[in-house]
């Protein structure tokens, strides 16, 4: 088993910054991808970005350029930069790890905040 926990974040200023943080712990070490969704109130979970364990990163066409993505593997974290933030980007953001098929891991979700 996994568990992921994640924390930074808040409440911020349109055009604000925010760096979240998700760290794995737990019996089961074989991780492969890990990445964030998140979900804003009355929708759907969506994808925001990922690492793979191979150094593929992926982003969401609503947060390229934007937001950051990168991974301490010896730390088993993975962290979002999010810079240049709006109000859309509000909603409660998870941490997910992939394990060996079809293991799949959640972490219970921070905040986001931006208010315009």
């Known amino acids: 088993q996994v568990q992921l926990v994640e924390s930074g974040g808040g409440l911020v200023e349109f055009g604000g910054s925010l760096r979240l943080s998700c760290t794995a712990s737990g019996s089961d070490l074989r991780i492969n991808a890990m990445g964030w969704y998140r979900q804003a109130p009355g929708k759907q979970r969506e994808f925001v970005a990922q690492?793979?364990?191979?150094?593929?990163?992926n982003y969401s066409d609503s947060v390229k350029g934007r937001f950051t993505i990168s991974r301490d593997n010896a730390k088993r974290s993975v962290y979002l930069q999010m810079n240049s933030l709006k109000p859309e980007d509000t909603a409660v953001y998870y941490c997910n790890a992939e394990g060996p098929y079809p293991k799949l891991y959640w972490g219970q979700g921070t905040q986001v905040t931006v208010s315009s």
């Open positions: 690492s793979t364990s191979g150094g593929v990163i």
